[in-house]
């Protein structure tokens, strides 16, 4: 797929992450630019033919438009603003006495995608991902590799469509009550507690810090949406505390993708492979 060259200076910036930056069209209401940072090639094209996929299969998100370069060498993508959105992180921060409303849609959201089955030859096994990252990872020791490596190899199959960055700052509502996943670069198929462990993982694991800077909420508030969000997933009639159990070893896992990114052990995360390793 071949880059459309655009011009940087027909948008305005909106905002950031972190792996680059979005954009406004200044003119076009319907045209929102999500840029890489400089150095970052073969990613955007790879999120941008994923989009594709996710879009073509009926799952509610964001119509990707064209694969774009900058004078400056920047990658990125365009798709079709959602006019009016605001994330669930967001709303949840400014809103917290809604936290019941928002776990609801939420939830919800979480239980239409995961009842998706996907053709195991088209979409990647969220096990194969995670046995690349135990390889590469290079601060656990081989022992500890083999127990995390027979943990995820023992995990029941399934080819369940999982976002495979499920956080509350990736799915979006507007006004009208439509809503949207975003961000579906990492997007697999696999047993669906991968996802809902990193839900848990920005709600309880994450630091106090971190929550506030990027989800925009104290902890305590994101500790609360998971506690309602929970049962709404799993089922009232299950206690919460085995529900954690359940959920926080896949919490535990995605230190890997973390360590990865950071290229430094991170201890807060590993706590909660204990039960593993």
């Known amino acids: ?144 590799k083999d127990k995390l490596g027979k943990f995820i190899a023992d995990v029941p199959d399934e080819n369940t469509a999982l976002h495979g960055d499920l956080q509350y700052s990736n799915a979006i509502f507007t006004p009208q009550g439509e809503r949207y996943f975003i961000d579906l670069g990492d997007f697999c198929r696999g047993n669906r507690l991968f996802d809902i462990g990193m839900v848990y993982l920005c709600c309880y694991l994450s630091s106090e810090e971190f929550i506030e800077e990027t989800y925009h909420m104290p902890k305590p508030v994101a500790m609360k949406f998971w506690d309602t969000f929970a049962p709404l997933y799993f089922g009232e009639g299950i206690d919460l505390k085995e529900i954690e159990e359940t959920v926080l070893p896949y919490a535990g896992l995605k230190t890997l993708l973390i360590e990865k990114n950071t290229q430094c052990p991170m201890p807060e995360f590993r706590a909660a492979l204990k039960s593993v390793l």
């Open 1 to 144: 797929m071949k880059p459309i060259k655009i011009s940087l200076s027909d948008y305005v910036l909106t905002g950031g992450g972190a792996n680059g930056e979005s954009y406004d069209h200044k003119t076009d209401p319907s045209v929102m630019l999500k840029l890489y940072f400089p150095g970052k090639i073969s990613q955007p094209l790879d999120e941008m033919q994923m989009a594709r996929k996710v879009y073509n299969l009926g799952i509610p998100t964001p119509e990707p438009g064209d694969y774009v370069v900058t004078e400056d060498g920047r990658y990125g993508i365009r798709f079709k603003k959602i006019i009016g959105k605001s994330s669930y992180s967001r709303a949840i921060g400014e809103h917290p006495e809604k936290i019941p409303q928002y776990a609801r849609e939420f939830a919800d959201m979480c239980l239409n995608l995961h009842k998706i089955e996907l053709n195991p030859k088209e979409f990647e096994d969220v096990k194969e991902r995670y046995y690349r990252l135990l390889e590469e990872n290079p601060f656990f020791s081989v022992g500890e």
